[in-house]
């Protein structure tokens, strides 16, 4: 299975501008072959293939205005052309219904939060003995190894994010490490008053680290947008956003990484409700950071499941989860968000709202939870700490199965 690592990246002055002149030529070449696209299509011409953007490319370097594309590795302006082909794929097949449906691919802008070039084994990129990453044209960047990759990668992203933080992103293949198998299974309901609902009746919010990191990162915001516009002090603050912004994705993937894993060792199947069917496809929601944050956390599951050797189940909702009763089966109608404990009319249980949507999303998924914790019970658990994806000073561990 392919895995991505990441690591922090130290590049020195000399190198900040290699790599900032990298990005800046992977934008113009996707920009270029966007407007061709667009061009031919408004034109009513066939779709404009990717060979023939190859060419163009080759051919700008020979003009005046596009002669500076020739100061970069040729491999980061092909990889920004199968950038553009991968946004094309994605929205095409959003039209044809084979995945959530998603915007044209949009022009990049040198304001955008996150840059990113590509390097594949064509590059002639590679690690030094002295652990430094040697990249075409822009030499050897210091690199915080925070954890052993498991095999030899093929390719490497240099990722720079909106705090200005420079990452190696590497596709590594590995095998899987299957552990002994158990008989606990699970159902999980994701949701806004809890992150969480276990069908076992576990419950669990976010941890104090990332509750904290929020709060300052609601701060920051308050503090940027009292300054006045143009002044050196909104700079200032608009750093300490994007910092603060940064500290916070880093936390959420921690607790995401946390609790996928103790799912994960803990049950050998888990079955969770596709997000897509969550009933927010068409709302605000889905946009939210919930909707975001609930999807990189499913996406965690599928692959430590993978890599683990445990079954994952992603169930379409057939009904909805909340108004059946998932100890008698009996649907007895959609009930106000504001109530969290009913009786079932038919059979008599005392049901919590969340563990019996965990239960039936268990059910739909054909995985055999006893109904009966679905019944109310007091307390709740909070999520441990995991030994994977424990990451300190930038290390992101494994971030998810890569589309690449
Ligand atoms: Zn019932």
């Known amino acids: 299975m392919r895995l991505r690592y990441s690591f922090r990246l130290y590049p020195n002055g000399p190198q900040r501008s290699a790599l900032a002149r990298a990005f800046g030529c992977a934008r113009v070449v996707y920009n270029d072959a966007l407007r061709t696209r667009e061009d ?8 404009v293939s990717s060979a023939v953007l190859s060419t163009a490319v080759t051919a700008a370097k020979s003009t005046p205005q596009r002669a500076w594309l020739a100061e970069v590795s040729a491999v980061v302006l092909q990889q920004s052309l199968r950038d553009l082909d991968t946004a094309y794929r994605n929205f095409f097949d959003g039209l044809k219904g084979k995945r959530p449906r998603m915007g044209a691919p949009r022009f990049k802008s040198r304001k955008d939060n996150r840059h990113t070039v590509r390097f594949t084994a064509n590059a002639r990129w590679k690690i030094t003995p002295g652990g430094d990453l040697s990249l075409p044209k822009i030499g050897d960047v210091r690199v915080k190894w925070s954890r052993a990759l498991p095999s030899a990668p093929s ?6 994010d909106a705090a200005g933080r420079y990452f190696a992103s590497f ?6 490490e299957i552990l002994p198998a158990m008989d606990n299974v699970v159902g999980i309901d994701l949701g806004l008053t809890r992150f969480a609902v276990l069908s076992d009746g576990t419950k669990i919010d976010s941890p104090r680290f990332l509750r904290r990191a929020e709060k300052k990162l609601k701060r920051a915001q308050r503090d940027l947008s009292r300054k006045a516009k143009g002044s050196a002090n909104r700079v200032k603050a608009r750093i300490k956003v994007a ?15 946390q609790l996928s894993t103790k799912i994960i060792r803990e049950n050998q199947s ?63 109608g959609p009930k106000p968000l504001g109530i969290r404990v009913w009786t079932c009319t038919a059979c008599g249980a005392v ?47 494994v971030v998810g199965i890569p589309s690449l």
């Open 351 to 397: 049901l919590d709202r969340d563990i019996n949507a965990a239960v039936n999303v268990a059910k739909a998924a054909g995985l055999a939870v006893t109904a009966c914790r679905a019944r109310v019970r007091p307390g709740r658990v909070p999520a441990q700490r995991g030994e994977a994806g424990t990451h300190r000073d930038g290390q992101m561990a």
């Open 40 to 47: 031919a299509r408004a034109a009513g011409l066939p779709f």
């Open 171 to 176: 596709v590594v293949e590995t095998d899987p």
């Open 243 to 257: 910092r603060a912004h940064a500290r916070t994705a880093d936390a959420r993937r921690e607790f995401h990484h």
């Open 155 to 160: 390719t490497v992203a240099v990722v720079k």
């Open 270 to 332: 888990v079955a969770v409700e596709d997000l897509a069917v969550k009933g927010l496809a068409r709302t605000r929601m889905a946009k939210s950071v919930h909707a975001a944050g609930w999807s990189a956390f499913v996406t965690m599951l599928e692959y430590k499941a993978a890599k683990f050797g445990r079954t994952f189940h992603r169930i379409a909702r057939f009904e909805p989860t909340s108004q059946v009763c998932s100890v008698c089966g009996v649907k007895d």
